[in-house]
């Protein structure tokens, strides 16, 4: 019934939301009499932010179209290549007509991003994958919102999502020999399981799995997510955080987890941090600072999309990740395609690289909680493994701006570039040349580990000339 009451309330708000739009550019244009008027700018910013906390927030596009390899334009292409009931695998296609570097891009790793079905959609991960694309073929799983999944789809359970995940892997290895696995948040669970079922039936593991800000072991350094899920018991969530999908929807009768549910939880948190936020975009607003306002829309367009989840899926996250500790616990089975039930083991793992990442002010997955994952995957040779710790990075941070970029990427590529090698000199682990390459990642983790109070020098624009725009034929990259 809830749902049902909040779509309601949306309706009704919507067009005031619109006429809120229309109001602040009329107090916002100096032609008109109203833009003219002595309190004009407040006005129309008054009028703004009450047009962006009424609207309602479609699914955001990743809206890559370009990205700069050496001061080449390379054109971005998005597709499907996979389209499952409640997922699709898209890819991000390169195309460029310097032969230089199109030679480059076809050599490339490729690596499949495994995004989280947690609330937000996959867009959450566009400064990833737009970094990603620079030295990497990029692929990532795009959820599905479960209201708009018709009821004759089926239930979507997380023994699916792992499922998925393997069929992903295999695509990718069946079109290119192998890939990388980069798992952001939610996804470092059900993304180990999956390799770890494709090392017990003795199949082609990827060549490293990248790990980074997730609840491996939700024992370790419990957040406030975490307390959560400890406090509450198993039908608490069932009973009040779980409605169907109401009759306007393709997936109507649905049993999910509401996105605006969802979304009430995340303000929830830092309450007042989004408070200033907003008060913040009204004074730029007032002040004509653009830039800044810019900014805010851009991150709120993305914050405040959200994306239901199918209540199955839902709460067996919530008790085998945050109850049961299944994974670290050694006790979880996962129900394969066939219908057959395998147990996980991760220390089955023997070839695959791994790489963990955690941010030292992570305020939703704890300190240590990634880096679980080196205790369980035992049969891996400990020079294959790296654990990686951002200064001063939060979850965001960790994937997205200035300290991904400029500190967790480069580990993340060096650590990718050293199996690659291995693969492309046909050995099992990494040669003389790939341990080289790998140098600067295990130096930079042990330089992380060592500093406290390291700091990221200012970002520097780009000056390099652009020498030809993309073309229309290139081959595959």
Same mark, same amino acid.
């Given at each position: ?18 006429? @809120? ?15 003219? /008027?002595?309190?004009? $700018?407040?006005? &129309? ?6 047009? %962006? ?48 570097? /199109? ?16 609330? #937000? ?8 994958? +737009? ?32 499922? *998925? ?17 980069? &798992?952001?948040?939610? $996804? ?18 990827? /060549? ?6 997730? !609840?491996?072991?939700? +024992? ?29 929807? !393709? ?19 830092? !309450? ?24 805010? +829309? ?28 299944? /994974? ?7 129900? *394969? ?27 939703? &997955? ?6 679980? @994952? ?9 020079? #294959? ?32 570039? &050293? #199996? ?28 992380? %580990? ?15 000339? +652009?020498?030809?725009?993309? @073309? ?6």
């Amino acid at each position: 019934m809830l749902y049902q009451i909040y779509e309601t309330q949306r309706s009704i708000m919507e067009p005031f939301a619109d006429l @809120a739009e229309v109001a602040s550019k009329m107090f916002s244009n100096p032609l008109l009499p109203a833009g003219q /008027l002595p309190m004009a $700018p407040r006005i &129309s910013a008054a009028y703004d932010l009450m047009h %962006r906390l009424g609207k309602d927030y479609e699914k955001p596009e990743f809206g890559i179209r370009t990205v700069d390899v050496d001061g080449v334009d390379v054109a971005i292409y998005e597709r499907i290549e996979v389209d499952k009931p409640f997922c699709e695998l898209r890819r991000f296609k390169r195309f460029t007509d310097d032969p230089a570097t /199109l030679e480059k891009l076809k050599g490339q790793p490729v690596v499949l991003i495994v995004a989280p079905l947690s609330g #937000h959609y996959a867009t959450l991960l566009r400064d990833t994958v +737009r970094t990603m694309l620079k030295d990497h073929k990029v692929y990532i799983t795009d959820w599905k919102n479960a209201r708009l999944v018709p009821m004759s789809e089926g239930e979507f359970h997380l023994d699916d999502y792992v499922n *998925n995940v393997q069929e992903f892997i295999r695509y990718l290895q069946d079109n290119y020999g192998n890939c990388h696995v980069m &798992s952001v948040c939610q $996804p470092t669970v059900p993304v180990l399981a999956a390799i770890s079922l494709m090392a017990s039936r003795k199949e082609k593991e990827p /060549l490293s799995m990248i790990m980074m800000g997730g !609840p491996i072991d939700a +024992r370790k350094s419990p957040t406030a997510v975490n307390n959560l899920a400890t406090q509450r018991s198993h039908a608490w969530f069932e009973n009040n955080v779980i409605y169907r999908v109401p009759d306007k929807f !393709p997936g109507a009768g649905r049993r999910v987890y509401p996105g605006f549910l969802q979304h009430s939880g995340f303000v929830a948190m830092n !309450p007042d941090r989004h408070a200033n936020s907003h008060y913040d975009y009204f004074q730029d607003l007032i002040k004509g600072d653009n830039e800044s306002a810019e900014a805010h +829309r851009q991150f709120y367009d993305e914050y405040n999309a959200v994306l239901d989840m199918d209540a199955d899926y839902y709460l067996e996250t919530i008790a085998a990740v945050f109850q049961d500790f299944r /994974l670290p616990m050694g006790t979880w089975h996962v129900v *394969n395609e066939k219908g057959k039930s395998e147990h996980v083991k991760p220390a089955d793992i023997r070839h695959a690289g791994l790489l963990t990442v955690e941010g030292e002010l992570d305020d939703i &997955s704890g300190s240590g909680q990634t880096k679980a @994952a080196h205790n369980l995957c035992t049969s891996i040779p400990e020079k #294959h493994q790296i654990h990686y710790e951002a200064k001063g990075a939060g979850h965001y941070g960790i994937f997205s701006g200035r300290r991904w970029r400029e500190f967790v990427y480069p580990v993340v590529k060096d650590f990718i570039a &050293s #199996h690659e090698a291995a693969e492309v000199a046909g050995k099992g682990q990494p040669s003389a040349k790939a341990s080289t390459a790998a140098a600067p990642a295990r130096k930079r983790a042990v330089t992380a %580990r060592r500093s406290t109070n390291a700091k990221a020098p200012a970002t520097k624009a780009s000056t390099a000339p +652009r020498k030809r725009t993309a @073309a229309k034929k290139a081959s595959k990259s």
